[in-house]
């Protein structure tokens, strides 16, 4: 990924995609599992790699790139509910923290991207692959362990794909 020439998001808010940045990310999370734990409600947070990026830079050139990063985040947007938050924490990763969301719906929000992303950028189909692992918390919590639990399932997705 070194020669990608995508920004990596650093701020409160990712200009790229229109979506809220990494500092957001850590914000939300500290004050949604402080929230859950509470009120005792159910709290998921979901991270989604997007793999092959380099190459539809490489094939089509850095526009091409952005513009999948563009539509991976409409895709996000529109499967999460105006709850939940999105924000994109690095350069082809993506968080969701997906408020008042149990293990099952949280299962159906990754289900809804998964099949709705491939398609919106039909042109790098077969390039882009899409990889997802979420966590629901667990009674108090901390915000990084939660996000660890959801990498892990996220790695053990990478590591099953190849």
Request: proline content about 4%; glycine content about 6%; some cysteine.
């Amino acid at each position: 990924m070194d020669d990608v020439l995508i920004p990596v998001p650093t701020g409160w808010d990712d200009p790229l995609t229109g979506l809220e940045g990494p500092v957001f990310w850590q914000r939300v999370l500290i004050s949604e599992t402080a929230r859950t734990t509470k009120y005792g409600r159910a709290l998921t947070v979901c991270v989604v790699q997007v793999e092959g990026i380099d190459a539809v830079v490489e094939a089509n050139g850095e526009t091409a790139g952005r513009r999948v990063l563009r539509h991976v985040a409409q895709v996000l947007r529109r499967a999460a509910r105006a709850s939940d938050y999105c924000a994109r924490i690095d350069v082809c990763r993506f968080g969701v923290v997906l408020t008042e969301t149990d293990e099952i719906a949280a299962i159906n929000f990754v289900e809804r991207v998964r099949e709705a992303a491939p398609r919106s950028v039909p042109e790098v189909r077969g390039i882009i692959r899409f990889s997802f692992g979420w966590a629901s918390a667990k009674e108090r919590e901390a915000p990084d362990s939660l996000v660890r639990r959801a990498e892990r399932r996220l790695i053990a997705e990478l590591t099953h794909q190849f």
